[in-house]
């Protein structure tokens, strides 16, 4: 039954919701109105001018016509360029999202477009300015006869009513192409409106066709059309990109011409085309000058607003039908636009503003016909468009193939926007044909009791939520939950054997780790499950060590592989090789669907809720293009500075850094800590056999050794593999408590990241080309992230010098000697002292620098104020402009993050370590590049492999002899008579397996023999990939370590004079700027005050300076506004899955037929489906999505 939690949750969601309907509703109104009105403002200004012509300055009239078309023409020119644009981009970044259309099927669409194209210039240039606004408004509800006929011959034969309704808003359509002939006798207008009229109407509708074919039709052309359709939804990029930018030129030259041959037919022009083309340089000329106008009626200002009217209409539309309300946000308010409309122009003083009412009509009878076709024409509307008010398919993202918005005629546009097309809606009884398989895999070394502990309640937690969701679909079948998997956890632990001698006989014996991991996982058992229902601990003794397996409580598997690094290779690297070999080519192997099948990767020390696993599986399941989902992980630890700044800098970095990457393209790095991969992408054999190679060069090392985790993205991200990142989902992390233990996994993390992306940005051009969601302006980013990281520490030792000398009255040379000398002993230190030494000289250095950033901070805080530290009155500096910059950036992302806001309170100690991290740390980690162990927990490696020569066998007995010794001490025994059904069961403490006694293992029940089949497969492995590790010669060593060395030498070299270089020219132009000038004051003084401050700001800073801050600014900013975008798609799919059931009651029976269900609430959501998904999906194979997925 839900809980107390859930059901607040639940309650605040629905909160929300309301808000988002009450602010979405009358913004998409508002904005419809607005943009609506802005165009008929437009058009009425010109028929005003235009009855002006004969009684004063025509070429001013005439200018001033020119003037509004211009901004007509832009009106309708934003969003085509938009489009254009968007279209450019997939062209150019994203081809395998694109293909050629058919030369038939393109011809007939840009005829199409062309024509509407035409027609919407028809309207705006010739026949709405000839119109009173309320005769304009009607007539727009009559641009719908092509969808009427489609409509008409689409409907079925057995649907008489139905089919009635389409003939009578066929025949009310039609009337309004040809109700001008019964009115035209009573207005005085232009002759040309009356071919004009009828054209525009008919040439418009013709860009309506998409929405009202299909292939399933019984007419032929139909169906032809249909396939067009079909087609266009991938080549429509490439299409776009040649229509939009003829749309935009056909446009500019219609409407102008249309405007012209009007004013002939109406005798008020001479007709002289080349003096009109002077009236219309004229007019864009007063309509570029209209922007230095005071006045919002100005044509430069209403072109704005009705840009951004237009816009706004676009996106709270589509707002409204990803959260699921669009029948209440967004067909509702398009209805109401019309009668809106008409209410203001007839009873308000604005219509005064565009026509006077209705004095143009001098026959009372034709009005009143005019309002009885007006009330048809509006039925017949809202007929064609029934269609909106169904539901519209929720996706992660707008649809890629969707048309945008005409901002001319808005309402009708979007009415027929492939968006809100209707979608069949999901069936409720609609179940995945395969079950989703998750297979937990953490890698374990030499964890504290604590960390194993944490991991295994993780275990267990999950153990009790997949028990309860078989109890729940037990008792009710007709369940739907996407969450119950075919679930089970490996752990594979490194060098779990050490040698032990006993009687002068040395063998292998388990280490205490292992023996603790034994005892807590009885302890749990215990805590879980009574002794009768305990099921006995499972031993195997394997070709690379043993094997342990438990049947946890709820009845999912637990296997522990022990691996002995005499008999198979160790650490994480060859552990990750070894369980994909061995889950995905053995174990599933082709007996399941992989689609559906995810390794869930966790380290050793990790700490999760069910729901962290169930929000990746949906992210996986609702996006069928990514082979990785990671979460939001947050480090614990015992109380100290180390772990607060560590609690900051996750918090920034997944703000900030995961969701640009995600945003822009794709995360970099899916940390191995927690991360759910598809089992497909595993299956690619150039990644596994590159992810499998030995290191046999210097950056080898550097690259796959030193990161395994990014190693493996960067291999998949270079076969256009997608990695997606969800900060809905949360687990918690042991970091580094330790400055020492601190440092040294910075090291590893701090090369890693530099060597893959360098890879990444060397192989670019192949990775945009491959790669659907890598573009350029990524690559770009990812350059600019790179080169900044590498320029940090010069950035940081010139503010260090620049604030010491400020702070302290000093002169900036002395600071820069001194600080010059303190880098210049580290750097010594590090190449010629030990590790030890090298820490605890960075532990000073790092306490030096961190008084000095406090001494600046409080000397900032104060400047902030105006003043110094001894109270001299100071300017408002740009330096301390970009300081509030960037901490109103950090802050309004913690405010986004209401959840983890607490972080910021850790961001002084952040601010005293910058330097030591961003500056003491990098230095130490090139210069230390050519140390190639872990640092954390390590112990004796060895460097290099022998290869297994032929005659190599891993015989069963040799395998084991002498290797095997497992130590196992039962508990108090049952009654006799159970003793042998007891014992397995009894509390085991440890493994007790000597080589005497192996003859009679089969015969203990807790022993079992490994299948002859698997024990093939491992040897097979063990000889092809993961031979152990071997003593290299003397010669291979002294080569590989010389080979590091040359390579810490050649990057430290890079390095350093890349930040020398920066450090003098900054520093130079600095010292050059703060030379006296002479006329700057006079200057500054005779300005306001804002652009004095503008100006001091710049005369204080040097070009260099300016240039570094202006790309850092970008940075952030860029980082800021994806940041925006990601939490907003998260609080639209967080709504999509909230339902608002206020005024329903549910029934007893419902009630009881929801018993056995879980706490959350599970709702069907179809997704946007790749090629390959396809034939899936007409199986019914849709996946679910857990609405508390999106929090």
Same mark, same amino acid.
């Given at each position: 039954?839900?809980?107390?939690?859930?059901?607040?949750?639940?309650?605040?969601?629905v909160?929300?919701?309301?808000?988002?309907?009450?602010?979405?509703?009358?913004?998409v109104?508002?904005?419809?109105?607005?943009?609506?009105?802005?165009i008929?403002?437009?058009?009425?200004?010109?028929?005003?001018?235009?009855t002006?012509?004969?009684?004063?300055?025509?070429?001013?009239?005439?200018?001033v016509?020119?003037?509004?078309?211009?901004?007509l023409?832009?009106?309708?020119?934003?969003?085509?360029?938009?489009?254009?644009i968007?279209?450019?981009?997939?062209c150019?970044?994203?081809?395998?999202l694109?293909?050629?259309?058919?030369?038939?099927?393109?011809?007939?669409?840009?005829?199409l477009?062309?024509?509407?194209?035409?027609?919407?210039?028809?309207?705006?240039?010739s026949?709405?300015?000839?119109?009173?606004?309320?005769?304009?408004v009607?007539?727009?509800?009559?641009v719908?006869l092509?969808?009427?006929?489609?409509?008409?011959?689409?409907?079925?034969?057995?649907?008489?009513?139905?089919?009635?309704?389409?003939?009578?808003?066929?025949?009310?359509?039609?009337?309004?192409?040809?109700?001008?002939?019964?009115?035209?006798?009573?207005?005085?207008?232009?002759?040309?409106?009356?071919?004009?009229l009828?054209?525009s109407?008919?040439?418009?509708?013709?860009?309506?066709?998409?929405n009202h074919?299909?292939?399933?039709?019984p007419?032929?052309?139909?169906?032809?059309?249909?396939?067009?359709?079909?087609?266009?939804?991938?080549?429509?990029?490439?299409?776009?990109?040649?229509?939009?930018a003829?749309?935009?030129?056909?446009?500019?030259?219609?409407i102008?011409?249309?405007?012209?041959l009007?004013?002939?037919?109406?005798?008020?022009?001479?007709?002289?085309?080349?003096?009109?083309?002077?009236?219309?340089?004229?007019?864009?000329?007063?309509?570029w000058?209209?922007?230095?106008?005071?006045e919002?009626?100005?044509?430069?200002?209403?072109?704005?607003?009705?840009?951004?009217?237009?816009?706004?209409?676009?996106w709270?539309?589509?707002?409204? $039908?990803?959260?699921?309300?669009?029948?209440?946000?967004?067909?509702?308010?398009?209805?109401?636009?019309?009668?809106?409309? =008409?209410?203001?122009?007839?009873?308000?003083?604005?219509?005064k503003t565009?026509?006077?009412?209705f004095?143009?009509?001098?026959?009372?009878?034709?009005?009143?016909?005019?309002?009885?076709?007006?009330?048809?024409?509006?039925?017949?509307?809202?007929?064609?468009?029934?269609?909106?008010?169904?539901?519209?398919?929720?996706?992660?993202?707008?649809?890629?193939?969707?048309?945008?918005?005409?901002?001319?005629?808005i309402?009708?546009?979007?009415?027929?926007?492939?968006?809100?097309?209707?979608?069949?809606?999901?069936?409720?009884?609609t179940?995945c044909?395969?079950?989703?398989?998750?297979?937990?895999?953490?890698?374990?070394?030499?964890?504290?009791?604590?960390?194993?502990?944490?991991?295994?309640?993780?275990?267990?937690?999950?153990?009790?939520?997949?028990?309860?969701?078989?109890?729940?679909?037990y008792?009710?079948?007709?369940?739907?939950?996407?969450?119950?998997?075919?679930?089970?956890?490996?752990?594979?632990?490194?060098?779990?054997?050490?040698?032990?001698?006993?009687?002068g006989?040395?063998s292998?014996?388990?280490n205490?780790?292992?023996?603790?991991?034994?005892?807590?996982?009885?302890?749990?058992?215990?805590k879980?499950?009574s002794t009768?229902?305990?099921?006995?601990l499972?031993?195997?003794?394997?070709?690379?060590?043993?094997?342990l397996?438990?049947?946890?409580?709820?009845?999912?598997? =637990?296997?522990?592989?022990?691996?002995?690094?005499?008999?198979i290779?160790?650490?994480?690297?060859?552990?990750?090789?070894m369980?994909?070999?061995y889950?995905?080519?053995?174990?599933?192997g082709?007996h399941?669907?992989?689609e559906?099948?995810f390794?869930?990767?966790?380290?050793?020390?990790?700490?999760?809720r069910?729901?962290?696993?169930h929000?990746?599986?949906?992210?996986?399941?609702?996006?069928?293009?990514?082979?990785i989902?990671?979460?939001?992980s947050?480090?614990?630890?015992?109380?100290?500075? =180390?772990?607060?700044?560590?609690?900051?800098?996750?918090a920034?970095?997944?703000?900030?850094?995961?969701?640009?990457?995600?945003?822009?393209?794709?995360i970099l790095?899916?940390?191995?800590?927690?991360?759910?991969?598809?089992?497909?992408?595993?299956?690619?054999?150039?990644?596994?056999?590159?992810?499998?190679?030995?290191?046999?060069?210097?950056?080898?090392f550097?690259?796959?050794d030193?990161?395994?985790?990014?190693w493996?993205?960067?291999?998949?991200?270079?076969?256009g593999?997608?990695?997606a990142?969800?900060?809905?989902?949360?687990?918690?992390?042991?970091?580094?408590?330790?400055?020492?233990?601190?440092y040294?996994?910075?090291?590893?993390?701090?090369?890693?990241?530099?060597?893959?992306?360098?890879?990444?940005?060397?192989?670019?051009?192949?990775?945009v080309?491959?790669?659907?969601?890598?573009?350029?302006?990524?690559?770009?980013?990812?350059?600019?992230?790179?080169? =900044?990281?590498?320029l $940090?520490?010069g950035?940081?030792?010139?503010?260090?010098?620049?604030t010491?000398?400020t702070?302290?009255?000093?002169?900036?040379?002395?600071?820069?000697?001194?600080?010059?000398?303190?880098?210049?002993?580290?750097?010594?230190i590090?190449?010629?002292a030990?590790?030890?030494?090298?820490?605890?000289?960075?532990?000073?250095?790092s306490?030096?620098?961190?008084?000095?950033?406090?001494a600046?901070?409080?000397?900032?805080v104060?400047?902030?104020?105006?003043?110094?530290?001894?109270?001299?009155?100071?300017?408002?500096?740009?330096n301390?402009?970009?300081?509030?910059?960037?901490?109103?950036?950090?802050?309004?992302?913690?405010?986004?993050?209401?959840?983890?806001?607490?972080?910021l309170?850790?961001?002084?100690?952040?601010l005293l370590?910058?330097?030591?991290?961003?500056?003491?740390?990098?230095?130490?980690?090139?210069?230390?590049?050519?140390?190639?162990?872990?640092?954390?927990?390590?112990?004796?490696?060895?460097?290099?492999?022998?290869s297994?020569?032929?005659?190599?066998?891993?015989?069963?007995?040799?395998?084991?002899?002498?290797?095997?010794?497992?130590?196992k001490?039962?508990?108090?025994?049952m009654?006799?008579?159970?003793?042998d059904?007891?014992?397995?069961?009894?509390?085991?403490?440890?493994?007790?397996?000597?080589?005497?006694?192996?003859?009679?293992?089969?015969?203990?029940?807790?022993?079992?023999?490994?299948p002859?089949?698997?024990c093939?497969?491992?040897?097979?492995?063990?000889?092809?990939k993961?031979?152990?590790?071997?003593?290299?010669r003397k010669?291979?060593?002294?080569?590989?370590?010389?080979?590091?060395?040359?390579?810490?030498n050649?990057?430290?070299?890079?390095?350093?004079?890349?930040?020398?270089?920066?450090?003098?020219?900054?520093?130079?132009?600095?010292?050059?700027?703060?030379?006296?000038?002479?006329?700057?004051?006079?200057?500054?003084?005779?300005?306001?005050?804002?652009?004095?401050?503008?100006?001091?700001?710049?005369?204080?800073?040097?070009?260099?300076?300016?240039?570094?801050?202006?790309?850092?600014?970008?940075?952030?900013?860029?980082?800021?506004?994806?940041?925006?975008?990601?939490?907003?798609?998260?609080?639209?799919r967080?709504l999509?899955?909230?339902?608002?059931?206020?005024?329903?009651?549910?029934?007893?029976?419902h009630?009881?037929?929801?018993a056995?269900?879980?706490?959350n609430?599970?709702?069907?959501?179809s997704?946007?489906?790749?090629?390959?998904d396809?034939?899936r999906?007409q199986?019914?194979?849709?996946?679910?999505?857990?609405?508390?997925?999106?929090i």
């Open positions: 039954m839900p809980t107390q939690s859930s059901a607040a949750k639940t309650s605040l969601k909160c929300v919701k309301l808000m988002a309907v009450f602010v979405t509703f009358p913004a109104l508002s904005a419809g109105i607005i943009s609506k009105g802005a008929f403002f437009m058009t009425s200004q010109i028929g005003r001018e235009i002006q012509l004969s009684s004063g300055d025509s070429q001013q009239h005439l200018k016509i020119a003037c509004w078309l211009w901004a023409f832009f009106s309708f020119a934003v969003p085509e360029l938009l489009v254009f968007h279209s450019l981009r997939i150019f970044s994203r081809w395998k694109w293909k050629r259309p058919r030369f038939v099927h393109f011809v007939i669409a840009f005829g477009e062309s024509g509407q194209t035409v027609g919407m210039a028809l309207l705006v240039g026949v709405l300015p000839y119109l009173s606004v309320t005769h304009g009607l007539i727009t509800n009559c719908y092509a969808p009427a006929i489609l409509n008409l011959l689409n409907r079925e034969p057995d649907k008489p009513i139905m089919r009635l309704l389409d003939v009578l808003s066929f025949v009310a359509q039609l009337s309004g192409c040809l109700h001008w002939i019964f009115i035209r006798h009573s207005l005085n207008k232009s002759q040309m409106i009356n071919w004009t009828p054209v109407l008919i040439l418009i509708s013709l860009g309506w066709w998409e074919v299909n292939g399933d039709s007419i032929s052309f139909i169906r032809y059309f249909g396939r067009i359709k079909e087609e266009m939804k991938e080549t429509r990029p490439f299409a776009y990109v040649i229509i939009n003829w749309k935009i030129v056909l446009f500019f030259a219609t102008f011409t249309a405007a012209e009007a004013l002939v037919a109406q005798e008020a022009h001479d007709g002289v085309f080349d003096s009109f083309w002077i009236v219309i340089r004229g007019g864009f000329n007063q309509f000058y209209s922007f230095m106008s005071v919002w009626n100005s044509p430069f200002y209403i072109f704005i607003i009705q840009a951004t009217s237009s816009f706004l209409f676009y709270f539309g589509n707002f409204a $039908c990803q959260i699921g309300v669009k029948s209440t946000c967004f067909a509702l308010p398009v209805v109401l636009m019309t009668p809106v409309i =008409m209410t203001i122009a007839s009873h308000f003083e604005i219509a565009f026509d006077g009412h004095q143009a009509y001098k026959n009372q009878q034709s009005f009143v016909y005019l309002l009885a076709l007006s009330f048809f024409w509006f039925l017949s509307q809202t007929w064609i468009t029934l269609h909106i008010w169904s539901p519209a398919e929720i996706s992660n993202e707008l649809v890629s193939d969707t048309k945008w918005y005409n901002s001319l005629l309402d009708q546009s979007m009415s027929f926007s492939p968006t809100h097309c209707n979608h069949d809606k999901v069936s409720e009884s179940k044909s395969m079950m989703t398989r998750v297979f937990a895999v953490a890698t374990m070394w030499h964890e504290t009791s604590d960390e194993m502990l944490i991991i295994l309640k993780s275990i267990f937690r999950m153990d009790k939520d997949q028990s309860r969701r078989r109890f729940a679909l008792c009710n079948n007709k369940v739907i939950d996407p969450h119950c998997y075919h679930y089970e956890t490996h752990i594979f632990f490194d060098d779990a054997f050490e040698s032990h001698s006993k009687d006989t040395t292998r014996v388990v205490r780790f292992v023996n603790q991991l034994i005892e807590l996982m009885d302890k749990m058992n215990c879980r499950t009768c229902d305990r099921k006995p499972v031993i195997s003794v394997t070709p690379y060590g043993g094997r397996e438990w049947t946890l409580p709820g009845n999912t598997k =637990m296997t522990v592989h022990l691996k002995d690094k005499c008999k290779r160790v650490k994480k690297r060859w552990s990750q090789v369980y994909i070999d889950l995905i080519r053995y174990k599933i082709n399941s669907d992989l559906n099948t390794l869930l990767t966790l380290d050793g020390d990790m700490d999760f069910p729901k962290a696993v929000i990746l599986v949906d992210v996986m399941n609702s996006q069928r293009d990514v082979g989902a990671c979460n939001r947050h480090p614990t630890g015992s109380v100290g500075p =180390m772990v607060w700044y560590q609690m900051y800098e996750y920034v970095g997944f703000w900030l850094l995961k969701p640009s990457e995600y945003v822009l393209g794709n790095c899916a940390a191995g800590c927690f991360s759910l991969i598809r089992a497909t992408v595993l299956l690619d054999g150039d990644v596994m056999s590159k992810f499998a190679e030995r290191s046999e060069k210097a950056h080898h550097i690259q796959r030193q990161g395994e985790d990014r493996l993205c960067t291999l998949l991200i270079k076969r593999c997608r990695l990142y969800s900060a809905s989902s949360y687990a918690y992390t042991r970091c580094p408590e330790t400055f020492d233990e601190f040294n996994q910075r090291r590893r993390w701090t090369l890693s990241i530099i060597s893959n992306t360098l890879d990444l940005l060397w192989n670019c051009r192949q990775i080309k491959l790669h659907p969601n890598i573009s350029w302006i990524y690559m770009i980013f990812q350059a600019l992230s790179l080169a =900044m990281g590498l $940090c520490p950035s940081i030792f010139l503010v260090l010098v620049n010491s000398a702070t302290f009255f000093i002169d900036k040379w002395i600071s820069f000697i001194v600080h010059s000398a303190l880098i210049f002993g580290f750097i010594i590090c190449f010629v030990p590790s030890r030494i090298q820490l605890g000289v960075a532990k000073c250095l306490a030096f620098y961190g008084l000095i950033v406090a600046v901070l409080i000397d900032s104060i400047s902030l104020a105006g003043f110094n530290l001894h109270g001299n009155k100071m300017s408002f500096s740009l301390n402009a970009f300081f509030l910059f960037l901490t109103s950036c950090v802050f309004l992302a913690g405010c986004l993050h209401p959840r983890e806001i607490h972080c309170l850790a961001s002084p100690i952040y370590l910058t330097p030591s991290m961003s500056m003491l740390l990098v230095l130490y980690s090139v210069i230390n590049m050519n140390v190639v162990s872990w640092g954390t927990r390590d112990s004796s490696v060895t460097i290099g492999v022998q297994p020569n032929k005659d190599t066998k891993l015989d069963s007995q040799q395998s084991i002899k002498g290797l095997t010794n497992f130590q001490v039962f508990g108090p025994a009654d006799k008579t159970k003793s059904e007891k014992a397995s069961s009894d509390y085991t403490a440890s493994i007790n397996w000597s080589l005497e006694a192996e003859s009679h293992l089969p015969e203990q029940r807790n022993v079992k023999e490994l002859g089949e698997e093939s497969f491992w040897k097979e492995l063990i000889q092809s993961l031979f152990p590790f071997v003593e290299n010669e291979e060593k002294d080569r590989i370590s010389a080979d590091l060395d040359r390579l810490r050649f990057s430290f070299t890079i390095f350093f004079l890349l930040n020398s270089l920066f450090v003098a020219t900054i520093f130079g132009f600095q010292m050059k700027s703060e030379e006296p000038k002479s006329s700057e004051a006079d200057t500054v003084s005779q300005a306001n005050e804002l652009t004095s401050s503008i100006l001091v700001w710049l005369s204080e800073a040097n070009p260099a300076q300016l240039t570094v801050m202006s790309f850092a600014g970008s940075m952030l900013f860029v980082q800021f506004a994806a940041l925006l975008s990601f939490r907003l798609d998260n609080l639209i967080m999509s899955s909230t339902s608002l059931n206020i005024f329903r009651f549910k029934t007893e029976s009630e009881k037929s929801n056995a269900t879980l706490s609430q599970v709702v069907l959501l997704y946007g489906t790749t090629k390959e396809s034939t999906n199986r019914g194979d849709l996946c679910q999505m857990n609405p508390n997925s999106w």
